[in-house]
């Protein structure tokens, strides 16, 4: 699809160079970027999964995840192949780092028809990386708005500024993966830099989207109390209110860590409760870490089984005490 690609740089010899993200990958002809979504041909950048849909389904929200927006709807999620990192122990590699396989065809308008016919309050985008399929993004995003429909990003967050500015006000919600607090880790096993993530986060923040955070849980790699303090007090210097979603790691990729025992989830969220009103674990079933209480009576006000939501508040407030939550109930 003949689509023009943003965020890049004509340079000398046909070369390219791409302004989309930190890795500022400088392409010769026929190069593709390291994202796997992004070429160089004739000296002109082409964004090569524009309109290429690897995944699409209908989700409940709490799967992104997203605990605390619009709780218990369904949306409509898409993805294309590719990310802009490399992380050793992906549990999504097989569509994220493998940019070539089957994929769908599709066009913005047909994604936005597709969340409608479904009955979607939304579209996600979601599964591997959808900040490097920023143009087909940003053109689906701009149609959803004026369908009615919400944006949800799943993301990394490792986006450039510029081009995070530039589809800020499209994005309602945000899940975003912060991997580590520890520079070394995202250098050496994900091959980025974790201060754009930072400062990508602390953006969707101050602009208003409701943005959530999830963190995998990774056994000698990023789970000391030391790390997991750095995480919970830059998620609380923002706001205590935002959830945070610890996740139990799987060997996957090129990782063979061992899986993430309960035991250390639960050192984890607990450590992290002890700023964060809201701390979730994912990937296991561990009691007192599923539900939203309410901050003030303490009483259950969304109540999770697996993906099954019971939601208690009345307009975001707790129907015991009256207090009200930070929690997205209407579009």
């Known amino acids: 699809m003949n689509v023009d690609a943003v ?22 002809e026929g190069r593709v970027g ?41 949306i409509f999620s898409v993805a294309a192949r590719g990310c802009n990192l490399h992380c050793e122990f992906c549990q999504n590699w097989q569509i994220s780092q493998q940019p070539e396989g089957v994929v769908n065809r599709c066009l913005p308008q047909d994604v936005v028809e597709l969340a409608v016919t479904n009955d979607s309050v939304g579209i996600a985008f979601t599964y591997s990386e959808p900040l ?4 087909f993004v940003r053109d689906t995003a701009r149609l ?34 912060l991997k580590s607090m520890d520079p070394r880790f995202y250098t050496d096993i994900c091959k980025g830099k974790l201060e754009p993530v930072l400062a990508n986060i602390t953006a969707l923040h101050e602009a208003g989207v409701h943005l959530e955070i999830t963190n995998l849980v990774i056994p000698g790699h990023n789970d ?5 303090a750095q995480l919970r007090d830059f998620v609380a210097d923002l706001s205590v209110d935002i959830p945070l979603h610890l996740s139990a790691y799987r060997p996957e990729w ?47 006000v969304i109540r999770r089984l697996g993906y099954t939501t019971e939601c208690r508040l009345e307009e975001s407030a707790c129907p015991d005490c009256g207090h009200g939550l930070p929690v997205v109930m209407t579009t």
């Not at 004509?10 to 400088?26: E, G, I, W």
């Not at 000391?224 to 997991?228: G, I, M, R, T, Y």
């Open 224 to 228: 000391s109390d030391e790390q997991l």
């Open 144 to 177: 959803a708005h004026e369908a009615g429909l919400v944006n949800v990003l799943v993301s990394n967050g490792y986006l450039n500024t510029e081009p995070l500015r530039e589809i800020i006000d499209l994005i309602d919600a945000a899940n975003i993966d």
């Open 132 to 135: 490097v399929w920023y143009e």
């Open 254 to 300: 090129k990782f063979e860590a061992p899986a993430t025992p309960p035991a250390t989830l639960q050192r984890a969220a607990e450590i992290c409760a002890q700023r964060l009103r809201y701390v979730f674990v994912g990937n296991v079933q561990l009691a007192d870490w599923n539900d939203t209480r309410c901050p003030q009576c303490r009483a259950v």
């Open 34 to 74: 390291s994202c796997g979504t992004r070429a160089n041909r004739q000296g002109q950048m082409v964004p090569l999964q524009y309109g290429r849909v690897v995944a699409a389904g209908v989700d409940p929200m709490e799967k992104k995840p997203l605990y605390h927006f619009l709780p218990g709807r369904p």
């Open 7 to 28: 965020h890049w740089e004509a340079l000398s010899d046909h070369r390219v160079a791409c302004k989309l993200c930190p890795t500022a990958c400088n392409l010769a």
